[in-house]
Structures are given as structure tokens and as C-alpha cells.
């Protein structure tokens, strides 16, 4: 792609991308104030009713847009923008006093769409990396569909958190051919990957945590033994940052695994401690990592590190321990406290993103001038 405002062709132009970011984002606002309601905060958006919907806004609305919009950039093809466009909408449409069903159909499409190019990518490059992020947006189509059925969010919450951590686990296993694992590693990662399916499908029939526990356990440590971070810590800046994001997200996949293990099934305190170790600790650190690679690449904007990109990660992990300290010490106050904290690390996140934009910029144009 050439230029900010071009794409090749068969792509999307980079200002009819933004708008499904935005969509995105939307939706990320939205998740986090459910999110505080439930928690006992009064928040002046979204409405109260959307308080138990804080998930799908968070996973789907948010994430499953970004990561469809990423997905659409690197098949280069406009029908793939379909997938984050429907999920962006389904956000909005539940935000916005649709029908909590026409929101999820919305999402269900959109996931289809996503499986569809993930499948498209196994048949041009059948690897093992491709392979892992189609079974994770199989899993998040499986988890769409049970939820639009009318199953409780408890019992598809690790099919949905299966989209995540396939599709991360998958673009790391690519990155690796730069140090590639042994063959024996390969085979442990395809059983890591037999565990997470068979104990995610098991928790629908409310069974099978300890399965599923021992999946994330696995991988966390896989990944912690396997992956480049190991060496790329030891540099500068940037690919430090990145090292460092990704390490510590490795850490908070092993929370959650062992205390889906030693609780043994995903209820009460437990349920939030493993839910949040790993979508908030594990997934928003791995956002974290790759925001400065991921946006210049989706809407073409420069983001020069800068080492205030370590503020909203410290505050990530440090909310994050307050919050599973407060669930495990039954101090309702105390994990609101948590809750309330890591709105306010995401919106760090926010304004260190929004401040390396405008650094680009001025940096550019100075160059010109």
C-alpha cells in the first residue's frame, strides 16, 4: 500500500478502515462502563440494563473487531472488512437499544466471515500458526452461535476465550520461525491445543476446568519457554517493550490456569479472578505489545516509542492485582477498586496510543519542514 489514503487493489481504502475502528472502540467504552456497573459503580454510560452484557461487548464488539479489521488488512480483500464492520454494528446495535438478539446475530456473522478468510489463509499457507487461528475463530463462531441460542455466558466463556488465545498463540507460533521449536515442541503445542478444545467444549456440560485449566497452564508455559521474547527483553525500546508485554502476559495465562485448577470450576470469585487473569492481564498486554505495530499497519499512522508506554502496563498489572486480591479476600470493595483501576489503565492505554500518534505526526512533519 502506498500513501495513507490508498490500498492496493481489491483492498480498502485507509479511511473506510476507521470507522470500523472507531466502531470498535465504541464498544470498548461500552464494555468497560458494564463492566463498573457490575461492579457497583455508577457510570453514566452505557444504559444499566447493558451491565450483563459487559462480555460481549468486550470480546466480540471490541476485540473481535479489531482483530477481524486486522485479519481483513492482511487477506487485502474488501468482502473480509464485512466480518469487523457486522461485529462493530451488532456493538452498536445493543448499545444503542436493539434487540440483545439482532446484536448477536450481527456478531455471528461477522465471525463467520472471520473463519471464512482464516480458512482461505490454511489453503494458501497450510501451517501449523494458520491452522491455530482458524480453530480459534471456529471457536468464537461456536460461542456466538451457542450464546444467540440462548446458553448463559458462563458456560461459552471459554470458547470465546479460545478465540483469544488461539488467535495470540497462533501469531506468536509464526513469529518463532526466527527460532524455530523442536519437533517434540511442536507436538506439545498440538496437544496444548487438543486440551483447550476438549475443555472448553466440556465446560458447556459444566465440566471438564480441570482440562481446561491444565490447557492454559501448558500453553503459558510453552510460550514462556518457546517464545523470541526470551531473548528480545534483552534489547532497547521498542522490541523491549514488546519482550516485556508479552512475558508478563504469559505470566497472567498461568494465573488463570492455576486458578481454574485449584478452584475447579469457573463460579463466584473464581470465576472473575480466571475470566479477568486472562482476558484483561493476558489479552490487553498482548494488546498492549503490538497497538505500535498493529495500528501503523491498519490506518498508516507512525507511533514512536516513547518509555511512557510502560505507564498504562504497570497500571494494567498493578489494577489487576488489586482486583484478584480483593476476589480472593472476599472484599467486594476492594475488587471494585481493581475493576475501577484497570477502566483507568485502558484509558491510559488510550491517551499513550492518541499521544505517540500526534508524536509521529509533529515528527513527520518537522522531517518536511
Same mark, same amino acid.
Given at each position: 500500500?502506498?500513501?495513507?489514503?490508498? %490500498?492496493?487493489?481489491?483492498? !480498502? %481504502?485507509?479511511?473506510?478502515? !476507521?470507522?470500523?475502528?472507531?466502531?470498535?472502540?465504541?464498544?470498548?467504552?461500552?464494555?468497560?462502563?458494564?463492566?463498573?456497573?457490575?461492579?457497583?459503580?455508577?457510570?453514566?454510560?452505557?444504559?444499566?440494563?447493558?451491565?450483563?452484557?459487559?462480555?460481549? /461487548? &468486550?470480546?466480540?464488539g471490541?476485540? =473481535?473487531?479489531?482483530?477481524?479489521?486486522?485479519?481483513?488488512?492482511?487477506?487485502?480483500?474488501?468482502?473480509?472488512?464485512?466480518?469487523?464492520?457486522l461485529?462493530? @454494528? =451488532?456493538?452498536?446495535?445493543?448499545?444503542?437499544?436493539?434487540?440483545?438478539? *439482532?446484536?448477536?446475530?450481527?456478531?455471528?456473522?461477522?465471525?463467520?466471515?472471520? @473463519?471464512?478468510?482464516?480458512?482461505?489463509?490454511?489453503?494458501?499457507?497450510?501451517?501449523?500458526?494458520?491452522?491455530? &487461528?482458524?480453530?480459534? *475463530?471456529?471457536?468464537?463462531?461456536?460461542?456466538?452461535?451457542?450464546?444467540?441460542?440462548?446458553?448463559?455466558?458462563?458456560?461459552?466463556?471459554?470458547?470465546? $476465550?479460545?478465540? #483469544?488465545?488461539?488467535?495470540? $498463540?497462533?501469531?506468536?507460533?509464526?513469529?518463532?520461525?526466527?527460532?524455530?521449536?523442536?519437533?517434540?515442541?511442536r507436538?506439545?503445542?498440538?496437544?496444548?491445543?487438543?486440551?483447550? @478444545?476438549?475443555?472448553?467444549?466440556?465446560?458447556?456440560?459444566?465440566? =471438564?476446568?480441570?482440562l481446561?485449566? *491444565?490447557?492454559? +497452564?501448558a @500453553?503459558? +508455559?510453552?510460550?514462556?519457554?518457546?517464545?523470541?521474547?526470551?531473548?528480545?527483553?534483552?534489547?532497547?525500546?521498542?522490541?523491549?517493550?514488546?519482550?516485556?508485554?508479552?512475558?508478563?502476559?504469559?505470566?497472567? !495465562? %498461568?494465573?488463570?490456569?492455576?486458578?481454574?485448577?485449584?478452584?475447579?470450576?469457573? %463460579?463466584?470469585?473464581a470465576?472473575?479472578?480466571?475470566?479477568?487473569?486472562?482476558?484483561?492481564?493476558?489479552?490487553?498486554?498482548?494488546?498492549?505489545?503490538?497497538?505500535?505495530?498493529?495500528?501503523?499497519?491498519?490506518?498508516?499512522?507512525? &507511533?514512536?516509542y516513547?518509555?511512557?508506554?510502560?505507564?498504562? /502496563? #504497570?497500571?494494567?498489572?498493578?489494577?489487576l492485582?488489586?482486583?484478584?486480591?480483593?476476589?480472593?479476600?472476599?472484599?467486594?470493595?476492594?475488587?471494585? #477498586?481493581?475493576? +475501577?483501576?484497570? $477502566?483507568? $489503565?485502558?484509558?491510559?492505554?488510550?491517551?499513550?496510543?492518541?499521544?505517540?500518534?500526534?508524536?509521529?505526526?509533529?515528527?513527520?512533519?518537522?522531517?518536511?519542514?
Amino acid at each position: 500500500m502506498s500513501g495513507n489514503k490508498t %490500498a492496493r487493489p481489491g483492498d !480498502l %481504502a485507509v479511511p473506510f478502515r !476507521l470507522p470500523l475502528l472507531i466502531m470498535g472502540f465504541i464498544s470498548l467504552a461500552a464494555g468497560v462502563g458494564a463492566g463498573l456497573l457490575r461492579l457497583g459503580w455508577d457510570v453514566p454510560f452505557p444504559p444499566a440494563e447493558l451491565a450483563l452484557l459487559h462480555g460481549p /461487548l &468486550m470480546l466480540s464488539g471490541f476485540l =473481535g473487531t479489531v482483530i477481524g479489521l486486522e485479519r481483513a488488512v492482511a487477506l487485502g480483500r474488501r468482502w473480509a472488512y464485512t466480518g469487523p464492520l457486522l461485529t462493530g @454494528l =451488532g456493538g452498536l446495535g445493543i448499545l444503542f437499544g436493539l434487540p440483545q438478539s *439482532a446484536g448477536a446475530v450481527a456478531m455471528v456473522c461477522g465471525s463467520i466471515v472471520l @473463519l471464512a478468510g482464516s480458512v482461505l489463509i490454511v489453503r494458501r499457507q497450510r501451517e501449523l500458526f494458520t491452522v491455530t &487461528m482458524a480453530l480459534g *475463530a471456529a471457536s468464537w463462531l461456536a460461542g456466538n452461535l451457542l450464546w444467540l441460542s440462548g446458553s448463559p455466558q458462563p458456560a461459552v466463556v471459554a470458547l470465546w $476465550a479460545n478465540f #483469544l488465545i488461539l488467535t495470540i $498463540a497462533g501469531e506468536r507460533l509464526e513469529l518463532s520461525r526466527f527460532l524455530p521449536p523442536s519437533p517434540v515442541a511442536r507436538q506439545v503445542f498440538k496437544a496444548i491445543l487438543a486440551m483447550l @478444545l476438549a475443555g472448553s467444549a466440556m465446560v458447556l456440560m459444566s465440566m =471438564g476446568t480441570h482440562l481446561y485449566g *491444565a490447557g492454559l +497452564l501448558a @500453553l503459558a +508455559l510453552w510460550l514462556l519457554r518457546q517464545d523470541i521474547a526470551r531473548r528480545t527483553v534483552k534489547e532497547r525500546g521498542l522490541t523491549r517493550f514488546i519482550a516485556v508485554c508479552l512475558l508478563s502476559g504469559y505470566a497472567w !495465562l %498461568a494465573v488463570g490456569g492455576l486458578t481454574l485448577l485449584a478452584s475447579g470450576g469457573l %463460579a463466584g470469585a473464581a470465576y472473575d479472578a480466571v475470566l479477568h487473569a486472562i482476558l484483561i492481564g493476558f489479552v490487553f498486554s498482548m494488546v498492549f505489545g503490538h497497538a505500535p505495530i498493529i495500528f501503523p499497519s491498519v490506518v498508516r499512522v507512525k &507511533m514512536p516509542y516513547h518509555w511512557t508506554f510502560y505507564l498504562p /502496563l #504497570l497500571a494494567l498489572h498493578a489494577s489487576l492485582i488489586v482486583r484478584l486480591c480483593g476476589g480472593a479476600l472476599e472484599l467486594h470493595d476492594l475488587r471494585s #477498586l481493581g475493576g +475501577l483501576l484497570n $477502566a483507568v $489503565a485502558l484509558a491510559l492505554f488510550i491517551l499513550s496510543t492518541v499521544g505517540s500518534v500526534i508524536r509521529g505526526k509533529s515528527q513527520k512533519q518537522s522531517v518536511r519542514s
